[in-house]
């Protein structure tokens, strides 16, 4: 048997990575097969991602799967997003489920049919006492339209003008009890946030990687790790030394 790779400890881990899964469509093209055969390849992948975020010991990861703006895709591949991830929670829970992951869902279900928002709050259950790995998927998921959707709820629950607060909006956002993320990783190359976690990401540190989603593997997600543990985050603070702010100094967490 091939002898399991060593990777060299480092000196800090992100508790929490999101990451912007793209580049499916281009590695489809670049193989001459249909977009959906990319996200199939993408979904594959994100198997082998959820795994080593376990092995390296991060605690949250969130994953950006659909867009509020996805849906203006053709209709062929919306649909055929929605089996993917049909199959996937079919194919893939138990194993979830026995590595210790808790799933979430981020955005909104009620556009999804109905058979497939059984399936989510299903999964959603069946894992909610896990704490290996809490994996928030954003799906229908939209960074405006998450706080659009705070916002109603505040009003609608009556509360005064002088108790808004950054700690009271994180609370109404659909990732509450979440830590914002430390980094965020963007596959396929591209530098803009497409409406991911626009609150949340205040703070993050930014990676970006030329390679697609369907070729992000486990070096290539060390390769983050490595360049997270090298950043020196301030805060808007200066700093004394070359240390690193201790934790202390982040925003809010635990919303
Ligand atoms: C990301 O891959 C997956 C989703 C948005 C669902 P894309 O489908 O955006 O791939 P590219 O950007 O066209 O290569
Ligand atoms: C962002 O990717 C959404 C997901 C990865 C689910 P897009 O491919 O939709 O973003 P744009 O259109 O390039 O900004
Ligand atoms: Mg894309």
């Known amino acids: 048997m091939a002898q399991e790779k060593t990777y060299k400890p480092l000196s800090k881990i992100p508790t929490h990575v999101a990451v912007i899964m793209d580049g499916n469509g281009r590695w489809a093209r670049a193989r001459g097969l249909p977009r959906l055969a990319g996200h199939r390849a993408g979904t594959e992948n994100l198997r082998r991602v959820i795994t080593a975020c376990v092995e390296f010991g991060i605690q949250y990861l969130t994953i950006y799967a659909f867009s509020t703006e996805n849906w203006e895709r053709p209709q062929e591949e919306v649909s055929g997003l929605m089996s993917i991830v049909e199959d996937v929670i079919d194919r893939e829970l138990d194993e979830l489920h026995r590595q210790g992951v808790q799933l979430r869902h981020i955005g909104r279900l009620e556009r999804l049919n109905p058979q497939l928002q059984s399936k989510v709050l299903a999964a959603i259950e069946k894992t909610k006492n896990n704490t290996r790995l809490i994996l928030a998927i954003a799906f229908n998921y939209g960074g405006r339209d998450e706080i659009a959707c ?96 201790p934790d202390v100094g982040k925003t809010p967490a635990g919303r």
Request: contains cysteine.
């Open 150 to 245: 705070a916002i109603r709820h505040m009003i609608s629950d009556g509360v005064k003008p002088e108790d808004v607060t950054d700690e009271l909006i994180g609370k109404y956002l659909f990732t509450h009890g979440i830590p914002d993320p430390d980094i965020i990783v963007r596959t396929s190359g591209e530098m803009r946030i497409s409406n991911f976690l626009i609150w949340q990401a205040a703070y993050a540190e930014w990676y970006v990687t030329p390679t697609l989603w369907p070729d992000f593997d486990k070096d290539e997600l060390y390769k983050a790790l490595v360049e997270y543990a090298q950043r020196e985050r301030r805060y808007g603070r200066v700093l004394e030394t070359s240390e690193c702010v």
